[in-house]
């Protein structure tokens, strides 16, 4: 599984209509600004991310995105793969260790742990860390003072 900029976006993304959409669905332009994200490739991102059922639209006033399945259930590989396409298969991996000996071999092993690693993490499991939770927090503190400040101004 390579690990693209795209997939890494993807994943940003459903982290933050993760962590914002428990109430109410997230539009993709509150993504964008959150994560800095252009609007138009998050709009190419979430089209293959429905088409795997694993966020869904909400039409009308209020509406935007949120996931299809909980957190707990999307593993970061899915979504990647989404993006990206599958992982190789063992079968395609030895391919390409056949072609290129000594490195070939090296990055089918790093291409294979890295799905073993994705595909063993869910959105949920993610967003629990204590070490994630930590940043979530510190990220809001600042974005309330932020508020503030623009409000008091």
Known sequence: MRLSTKGQHAVTAMLDLALNARHEPVTLADISQAQGISLSYLEQLFAHLRRRGLVEGVRGPGGGYRLAR??????MAEVVAA?????PARTEVDATADRRPVTGA???MLSREIYDFLDGITIGAFLEQPAVQERIAR???REARDLGRRSAA
């Open 70 to 75: 909980p957190a707990g259930e999307i593993t």
């Open 83 to 87: 993006v990206d396409g599958p992982a």
């Open 139 to 141: 990220s809001r503190l």
């Open 106 to 108: 090296l990055w089918g």
